[in-house]
């Protein structure tokens, strides 16, 4: 594989962005399209994407962002997909299918920023206890006095 940009076939419905100053490709994806993209980029012999080093949420003014980092090992390649979700419905597809690593990514990103992973297999808190209330990464987050007055101890 050339270390021209990559193409994705057009039935992925992805946009390229651009490329970072490390040669790392950022390629939106939209949510409906995103397990059938990273199996591709998985399983294609042109592509094999076969590492998932990290998933993360971003919160912007005005969405979501799941930003995927993916590698393949073969052609020593970097690969950054980014999903936008609605604020009021910040659900996008599991891909724990595609890549194991992805269930305690997706897991994390649930926890901190309430992003439900659909089709999970065990879509719970990790970080944070099971009873805590909200989701601490988001922009409107706010402490209450309870939580203000454990951390000050």
Not at 8 to 31: A, C, N, R
């Amino acid at each position: 594989m050339s270390k021209s940009n990559l193409v994705i076939d057009e039935k992925f419905q992805t946009k390229m962005l651009k490329k970072t100053s490390d040669d790392t490709e950022v390629v939106q994806v939209k949510p409906e399209m995103l397990m059938e993209t990273a199996t591709y980029l998985k399983m294609n012999e042109n592509t094999q994407f076969d590492i998932l080093f990290s998933i993360s949420g971003v919160d912007k003014p005005e969405h979501f962002e799941v930003v995927y980092h993916l590698f393949s090992t073969t052609f020593n390649r970097k690969l950054m997909l980014k999903s936008i979700l609605d604020k009021a419905n910040p659900e996008i597809p599991s891909i724990s299918e595609v890549y194991s690593a992805a269930n305690w990514h997706e897991r994390e990103t649930y926890d901190l920023f309430g992003i439900i992973f659909s089709n999970h297999p065990n879509l719970e808190r990790i970080l944070l206890p099971k009873d805590w209330k909200g989701y601490p990464l988001r922009k409107d987050y706010e402490l209450d006095d309870e939580r203000l007055s454990w951390n000050e101890r």
